[in-house]
């Protein structure tokens, strides 16, 4: 397998301009690629849209570029350990839409399987229900919930080899496959990066032909 | 004893051995302190771990393993780590044997509302309406009254977490369940009496001949 040239983490993120929509992996800032957030806020870019779990707390992860009034628009699904978003959303500067995780996570999956959207009964007779349409099946009531898809996923790995295979350590794993396949570029960071050949096969969670640049260490 | 431990003990009771469970933040989380003796369950966190163990000790933790909240937690020797759609598939798609979560109001037919306050308090859902729409079995571990008033109401007001009725509330006070969809006092907690579960209740509680008191 070829080995991709890693880039620095400054031009990965030049690549991202004003107004991007961005999917970041992460759960409460864990297994979120820190360096690339770090990255944006230096460059102080704005307007963007975030698709992501959550919003960390201050000072942490997604909470960064909250912090530094970078975001737009958060598509999450809980934003209550983060003060700062809350404080945003009500002063009419940042624009939130709330959505249930499981729901969040697969309509994530969707647009990265070339799927319209899927069937949930979560939310249904609730206020998550405004808006969408109701479809029966055998007899049992769903909301369709569409596709979702980004001009971006940031992705964090535990392992990434030099062709771009990714692994994920323990609970770091969480949106960062998903988000991986439903963007139009993928740009990977990892806590290590090592030779083509040494994730074993079973162990790649993300293959390498999904991964369009991965961020040199160091 | 203090009325959260009533609650997580009497919960507690609920567990049988080889149950996934999933624990939501607050009260609910105390009851894995309170697992009766013999019985093995696993605890899922809904970031994506099946396995989830105890508060680290000093040195021990480790900055890729957390639970819901973001905070350290241990995996047990068995444990499993999986995506979140992976962790979703399991909460929606019936492998979930009882999540126990927090509540803002429960009303007389078992609706759950506990994610909003309008104009007050919008953390967002997170998983709390995937579990309570799919897991096999619902409880609901909150206080009997917030500041005096009462939380299990005859409609919820606040926005509901999920059409699908909970199954059992355990309070301070007292336990209730739903069946043929009715609020029904259960259980009274240890010196409380029927009568005062009922003036700190504002939905139509169906109270039977027979009403057992909570054993730990």
């Keep these: 397998m070829t080995a991709m040239k890693t880039i620095s983490v400054e031009d990965a993120a030049a690549m991202v301009p004003t107004g991007a929509s961005l999917m970041i992996g992460g759960f409460m800032g864990v297994g979120t690629p820190e360096r690339l957030i770090d990255e944006l806020v230096r460059r102080s870019t704005r307007e963007l849209i975030v698709i992501a779990n959550d919003t960390a707390v201050p000072g942490r992860g997604i909470g960064k570029l909250i912090g530094a009034e970078l975001v737009a628009k958060v598509i999450a699904s809980h934003i209550g350990l983060n003060p700062e978003t809350q404080r945003q959303m009500i002063a009419g500067t940042l624009a939130v839409d709330l959505i249930p995780q499981g729901t969040l996570i697969e309509r994530i999956r969707a647009g990265g399987v070339g799927l319209g959207g899927v069937l949930t009964p979560t939310g249904i007779g609730t206020v998550v229900e405004e808006g969408k349409r109701r479809i029966e099946v055998e007899g049992r009531p769903f909301l369709l919930e569409t596709a979702l898809r980004a001009d971006f996923a940031l992705v964090h790995a535990f392992l990434a080899d030099y062709a771009g295979n990714l692994s994920y350590a323990l609970t770091g794993r969480n949106f960062n496959p998903v988000i991986a396949m439903a963007a139009n570029t993928v740009i990977a960071t990892a806590d290590h990066i090592v030779p083509i050949g040494v994730i074993a096969p079973d162990h790649v969670v993300t293959p390498a032909t999904l991964v369009d640049f991965l961020v040199a260490n160091g | ?216």
């Excluded at chain 2, 933040?25 to 009766?36: C, E, K, R, W």
């Excluded at chain 2, 399991?90 to 759950?112: A, S």
């Design chain 2, 1 to 216: 004893m203090d009325g959260q431990i009533i609650i997580a003990k009497r919960i507690a009771r609920e567990l049988r051995s080889g149950m996934l469970v999933n624990l939501g933040i607050g009260i609910p989380t105390l009851v894995a302190s309170y697992v009766p003796t013999g019985v093995a369950v696993y605890f899922q966190s809904e970031n994506g771990l099946i396995g989830t163990g105890s508060l680290p000790e000093e040195g021990m933790s480790h900055p890729l393993l957390t639970d819901a909240g973001g905070q350290p937690v241990s995996a047990l020797p068995g444990a499993s780590t999986f995506d979140s759609a992976m962790s979703f598939g399991l909460i929606r798609g019936g492998h979930l044997d009882l999540t126990v979560l927090g509540g803002l109001q429960v009303d007389e037919l078992g609706h759950l509302a506990n994610w909003m306050i309008p104009g007050k308090m919008v953390p967002g859902m997170g998983g709390a309406m995937d579990l309570v729409t799919g897991a096999k079995r619902v409880i609901v571990a909150m206080q009997h009254t917030a500041k005096g008033k009462p939380k299990i109401v005859k409609t919820c007001t606040l926005p509901l977490t999920s059409l699908r009725p909970v199954d059992l509330v355990v309070t301070e006070m007292a336990a209730i369940s739903f069946p043929q969809g009715r609020a029904t006092l259960l259980e009274t907690a240890p010196g409380v009496t029927v009568g005062t579960v009922l003036e700190a209740t504002a939905a139509n509680l169906v109270v039977p001949s027979q009403v057992g008191e909570m054993a730990f």
